[in-house]
């Protein structure tokens, strides 16, 4: 009869092991009971980079990498993108279910009354010169931001928390814009709390200029804002439960989050395509030259592969349709021509094929918010404004775990045995 378990010889020893799967997994601590001599620590796994370690059990988001499905509390993002908005689906992501009206009606509101900055944080952002990587000013301001509020470090308090969630969900979109009026030497537009979320924040980047704050265009914010809303336990998420393990307050933890998605391999990579189409391939007749030395393993492909998906993104595909709505109204951005024949030569092309590398979330979304006046250092903060709601989840999840302590990998230790300090003039 077949038992939930593995068995385990040590053929250093001959000692068999009989270690538990739940789940269809294994503890690795049960791995400890491994050794040769009884004084050894015992037996871990290494695993870096946490290919193949999970370190939470989750409800928020779930991802089929092989077949492009992912799911927000068992919801398609497909439907959700379509039919849904990025506070209902915030609140999806937090509280796990599909708020009912009077719920959403409050939750909105909520998030509304914090629709305003502490007075103090508009001079911290114009402290900034106005030249700074709008992520660095993003990173530092949601960090500064928690110094006004010392009560969030109470994480106990769920009242407290629910406050602080709301906060973030709420500001992080004006710090954003804020820095982004600041940077184009332009006037400060305050937050107007007669307009719906996506239509506030584009309003707060472009007032007076309408053509940018086309409906269409609003939809188009709200549907990519959804579409980056949470990706589960992705290298930010993963920062964000770390930061938070240690009881930081959620603005720091929300800061070092959105430091881990800056990264060109992470939330970065929207900026690097673009920079990619833009100032390396430039022209279609450029794109074989350029795969070539991909190959070469000379440059990367921004915006191709993922350390999950090994079929097409479900994200790109569904921006790669969005794109075409949005371009109907801004007019189609010279770069698509670029993108869509490299997408089409990569995907041909056998080391994209034996690698499983298809479009991500990044490969598109650039094209999508350049079209809509965003300039491309403003792109990862997209992202980031985005994922707050995500982060917050996963964080929320986090600290109703039971299972969960502050995290504290091992590590393999590979560097010298004892040895004596040698005074300078010995060395
Ligand atoms: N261009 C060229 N080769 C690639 C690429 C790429 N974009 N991505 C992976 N490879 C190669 C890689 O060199 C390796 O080749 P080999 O087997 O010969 O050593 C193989 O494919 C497997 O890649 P890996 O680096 O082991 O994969 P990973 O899971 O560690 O990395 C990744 C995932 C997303 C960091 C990587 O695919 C990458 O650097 N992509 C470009 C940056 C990018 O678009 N990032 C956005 C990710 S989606 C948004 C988000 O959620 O953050």
């Known amino acids: 009869m077949s038992k939930d378990s593995l068995s385990i010889t040590d053929n250093r020893t001959g000692k068999s092991y009989e270690i538990d799967i739940d789940d269809g997994n294994i503890r690795a601590k049960q791995l400890r009971q491994i050794k040769v001599n009884d004084d050894e620590f015992g037996m871990m796994s290494y695993d870096p980079s946490y290919e193949n370690t999970a370190s939470c059990k989750s409800s928020v988001t779930y991802i089929d990498g092989d077949n492009g499905i992912l799911r927000y509390r068992g919801y398609p993002i497909e439907q959700l993108a379509e039919n849904s908005s990025q506070l209902e689906v915030s609140k999806l992501l937090i509280d796990g279910e599909l708020p009912s009206k009077t719920d959403l009606d409050k939750f909105i509101s909520d998030i509304k009354e914090f629709n305003e900055l502490p007075s103090g944080m508009e001079s911290i952002i114009k402290s900034f010169p106005k030249d700074s990587h709008p992520m660095g000013v993003l990173v530092s301001t949601i960090a500064a931001l928690g110094t006004f509020y010392p009560e969030s470090k109470n994480i106990q308090s769920e009242e407290e928390n629910y406050k602080n969630i709301c906060r973030l969900i709420a500001q992080v979109p004006i710090l954003a814009a804020y820095f982004y009026r600041h940077s184009q030497g332009l ?7 007669s307009l719906s979320y996506s239509q506030n924040f584009l309003n707060m980047l472009f007032k007076g200029d309408d053509k940018k ?19 589960e336990q992705n290298c930010s998420a993963s920062v964000m439960r770390g930061t938070g393990s240690s009881e930081s307050d959620p603005y720091s933890s929300v800061a070092a989050a959105a430091a ?5 391999l992470h939330g970065g990579a929207n900026e690097a395509v673009l920079e990619m189409l833009s100032k390396e ?37 569904y921006l790669k349709i969005a794109a075409d709505k949005v371009f109907e109204i801004t007019g189609t951005n010279p770069l698509l021509d670029i993108a869509l024949k490299l997408e089409s030569i990569a995907l041909s092309e056998d080391y994209f094929k034996a690698r ?9 979304s650039g094209l999508i918010y350049e079209s809509m006046g965003i300039p491309t250092p403003m792109f990862t903060v997209l992202f980031a404004v985005g994922r707050t709601p995500g982060w917050l989840a996963q964080w ?14 091992r ?17």
């Open 396 to 409: 929320k999840e986090f600290l109703n775990d039971k299972d969960q302590k502050i995290a504290r990998p």
């Open 281 to 317: 391939i430039k022209t279609v007749e450029n794109i074989p030259s350029f795969l070539e030395s991909v190959q070469k393993k000379e440059a990367l492909l921004m915006g191709f592969g993922h350390r999950v998906y090994k079929s097409y993104d479900p994200r790109a595909k």
């Open 187 to 193: 006037e400060i537009v305050q937050p107007d709390n």
């Open 356 to 364: 499983n590398l298809y479009p991500n979330v990044d490969f598109y």
């Open 411 to 427: 590590q393999v230790y590979t560097g010298y045995d004892y040895r004596d300090y040698l005074p300078l003039e010995s060395r």
């Open 260 to 264: 881990a998605l800056y990264g060109p």
């Open 213 to 231: 704050l086309n409906p269409d265009l609003v939809d188009a914010m709200d549907t990519l804002l959804i579409l980056h809303a949470d990706h």
